[in-house]
C-alpha cells in the first residue's frame, strides 16, 4: 500500500509524492493520465492510502553502468505479468515492486536480474483504476 | 501568430508551427507548470535517456509528422506521435499552447 503524501499539480499533469507503507520507500511519481482519459487517478487524496504500482521508464543498461544515477539493479519477480492489456515484468528493487516495459525479444529475458537506467516513475495503476496508456 | 487572434508574448516565443492538420501551435518560455522551462524541468532527462538535448528543435521535428493519436479530455489537448521508435506526448491548450512535451511509455 501506499500513502499519498502530497500532490504538486503543473499546468495538465502532476507529480504524486508517495510512501510505501511497508518500506517506508518515497516516491515522486508522474501522472498523466487525466490528460488522456476520464478514467483517471483524479480521485487521489493526500493522507489516503492506495494499492499503486508503478512503471521505471527508462532503458535496460549495462553493469558498466551500475554506478550512474537513477541506474537500479532490477530482480526479476515475474517475467510476463499484465498491467491493463500490457504484457510487463514484475520487477524488485531494493525490497520494492516495479514494474518495467521491456519487449520479449529484448536480451534480458534470460536473466533473473538486469539493471535499469530510469529517467521517470510513472503511476500505472491504482486500486482498481489502469492508466489508460495500458488499455 | 499575428493573424491568428490568439493571446500570446511575443518575447516569450521559442518555436511557431502548424500540425498537419493546420492547426498552430507554439511553444513558450513559460513557467514552472507549462511551456519550455516546465519541459525541461520536468522531462530533460527523459529526453536525453533517448538520445535528445535540444528539445525545440526535436518538437518541431515531431510536430511535422501525423500523430497517431489526437485527443481531449478536462485537462486540454493531446497529440500522441512516434518518431524513431519511440512515443511521445503533446499537451497543448485549444488556443494552441503547448504545455508539455514527453517520451510516454
Not at chain 1, 500490457?86 to 529484448?106: F, L, P, W
Amino acid at each position: 500500500m501506499y500513502q499519498i503524501l502530497s500532490i504538486k499539480n503543473y499546468e495538465m499533469t502532476r507529480d504524486i509524492k508517495i510512501r510505501n507503507t511497508n518500506s517506508g520507500t518515497i516516491e515522486i511519481c508522474f501522472d498523466d493520465s487525466a490528460l488522456i482519459s476520464s478514467q483517471c487517478f483524479d480521485f487521489l487524496k493526500a493522507g489516503n492510502e492506495y494499492m499503486c504500482k508503478i512503471m521505471l521508464f527508462g532503458n535496460i543498461v549495462s553493469a558498466t553502468e551500475r554506478l550512474q544515477d537513477k541506474v537500479v539493479l532490477c530482480k526479476v519477480i515475474c517475467r510476463d505479468v499484465i498491467v491493463g492489456r500490457r504484457h510487463m515484468v514484475k520487477v524488485g528493487v531494493n525490497g520494492d515492486e516495479y514494474y518495467v516495459n521491456i519487449s520479449k525479444s529484448n536480451e534480458f529475458m534470460g536473466t533473473n536480474a538486469f539493471y535499469f537506467k530510469y529517467s521517470r516513475k510513472d503511476l500505472i495503476q491504482v486500486d482498481d483504476v489502469v492508466h489508460a496508456d495500458l488499455l | 501568430m499575428a493573424n491568428s487572434g490568439v493571446k500570446y508574448n511575443p518575447d516569450d516565443v521559442i518555436a511557431v508551427t502548424k500540425m498537419p492538420d493546420g492547426k498552430l501551435v507554439w511553444l513558450e518560455k513559460g513557467n514552472v507548470n507549462a511551456g519550455l522551462e516546465h519541459i525541461l524541468a520536468r522531462h530533460a532527462e527523459g529526453f536525453a535517456a533517448k538520445g535528445v538535448n535540444d528539445i525545440p528543435s526535436f518538437l518541431y521535428d515531431v510536430l511535422s509528422t501525423n500523430p497517431i493519436t489526437i485527443g481531449t479530455n478536462e485537462k486540454g489537448l493531446f497529440a500522441d506521435y512516434i518518431f524513431n521508435g519511440n512515443k511521445y506526448r503533446i499537451a497543448y491548450g485549444t488556443n494552441g499552447y503547448i504545455v508539455s512535451f514527453f517520451p510516454v511509455k
